[in-house]
């Protein structure tokens, strides 16, 4: 079994649902996975800060415009009578009970589940559709096997436990759909996966049931070698090593989040980047292979920051870098790229939510510096140390263009380095040029 996930663009008209039935109406046996339609999450977020704000008629206002447009979708996706009246009953239904969250007040949990009705809404829609053109589909609600623990984390167990049973009890159906996205916590409650979203969801469940494949649809044809937005003629990476694809999301590829594809990787299920709009393109499959002696693709992550802290300290010292990096741990902030000498270290990070209270504490060690609006530019392919003179063509590209750190050697696969924000986009052309053109 196969199983696929569409984004929110992808499902985000009538026609455009329409288009997704048609590519999953095969009588190959299937398990789908559903976001929201685009703009209704926008629009759920806006509605729970009206709540936050203790402002419920301004959320009502949001829900009576966000109604409508479900309501003129509704006549404009069904052809006959009774799925009109049978969905229409439904979203008059979903929206009611929006209404009477409303009347609750705010809280943390209700925003949650706030959230969690657009993905409810698009998956009943899909089905109702199917059902409509006489297809073997069953609505399977991810609230009953989708579950993340105390830490946030997804519980597979849990998932691989549930959803068995339910497959067993619904057994015979050519099509599943369930929704993306959204779960249940410890405590029982609605809650959300967070990162990485409905491709989470697809790869949890593609694990949990051993799946033949992954399938992730968006409106993009796969991760591209660079950032069309600022080089000509780039194209689709045809494979990636799990590992490459997660540097890539990591550096800026954000058609995938770094941590939605583990657990196909742990399970050894490949993932493949597929085009909605442009069905027939062969994408990007990731999986555990590696394509030897071969770079594959540049990344760029914007709005990084630098902090460098000099020390006579820190010289023969045992115990400092650990101090330091307390600090950011104390602080929840996640850092980038290091580079060290006997007397400094440089980090970047790009979340500076905590920027001051982190000065404030490394002041204590030494002497402390900040570079703001910096860039990160990543190389991936196969960098196994073994492969003589390839960091030497990728630097070369770069000898026009000031660069304030260079990591290389932490993982086989990746190569960065930190810029200015203003030399991004001349890096990127350059690097395509030696690495791709030549």
């Known amino acids: 079994m196969k199983v696929m996930k569409f984004g929110g663009t992808s499902v985000g008209s009538p026609q455009r649902i329409k288009n997704v039935a048609s590519l999953i109406s095969d009588e190959k046996q299937k398990f789908v996975v559903l976001s929201a339609m685009s703009g209704t999450t926008n629009s759920l977020v806006e509605i729970s800060d009206y709540l936050s704000k203790n402002n419920p008629l301004g959320a009502n206002n949001i829900i009576k415009k966000l109604e409508g447009i479900y309501c003129k979708h509704v006549d404009e996706l069904y052809s006959t009578e009774e799925y009109k009246q049978i969905t229409k009953r439904f979203i008059i239904d979903e929206f009611k009970y929006l209404r009477s969250l409303t009347k609750q007040g705010y809280s943390t949990t209700r925003e949650k589940e706030i959230l969690a009705q657009g993905e409810i809404i698009s998956t ?54 369930t929704q993306g996205f959204i779960c249940r916590n410890s405590k029982g409650e609605v809650d959300n996966l967070k990162r990485g979203g409905s491709d989470y969801t697809a790869s949890l469940i593609g694990s949990a049931i051993n799946a033949e494949e992954i399938q992730i649809w968006t409106d993009i044809d796969g991760m591209h070698n660079n950032d069309p937005r600022f080089v000509d003629n780039t194209k689709p990476v045809k494979q990636l090593n799990f590992d490459e694809a997660a540097e890539l999301a990591y550096f800026g590829a954000k058609i995938l989040h770094p941590t939605c594809i583990l657990p196909a990787k742990f399970a050894g299920i490949p993932v493949r980047l597929l085009n909605t709009m442009d069905p027939k393109a062969p994408g990007t499959i990731i999986n555990n292979n590696i394509e030897k002696r071969k770079i594959k693709a540049i990344a760029a992550k914007d709005g990084i920051t630098v902090i460098r802290i000099v020390s006579s300290r820190m010289l023969l010292a045992t115990g400092f870098l650990r101090r330091v990096f307390e600090i950011f741990e104390t602080y929840k902030t996640s850092i980038d790229m290091v580079t060290t000498s006997e007397v400094g270290v440089s980090m970047s990070i790009d979340n500076k939510t905590h920027l001051n209270e982190i000065i404030s504490e490394l002041k204590k060690y030494g002497t402390v510096d900040i570079d703001n609006d910096m860039c990160i530019i990543c190389v991936v392919g196969d960098l196994e140390w073994g492969n003589v003179g390839y960091e030497s063509l990728i630097t070369s590209a770069m000898s026009d263009i000031p660069v304030r750190m260079v990591s290389y050697g932490g993982s086989y696969h990746n190569i960065s380095f930190l810029i200015r924000s203003d030399d991004k986009a001349k890096a990127l052309k350059a690097l395509s040029e030696k690495l791709f053109n030549d």
């Open 124 to 177: 009943n829609m899909m089905t109702n559709y199917l059902k409509e053109c006489g297809k073997n589909v069953c609505l399977l609600s991810a609230l009953d096997f989708m579950r993340i623990t105390e830490d946030d984390e997804p519980d597979l167990l849990y998932t691989e436990q549930h959803l068995k049973k339910i497959l067993d009890d619904n057994h015979g159906y050519n099509i599943y759909i």
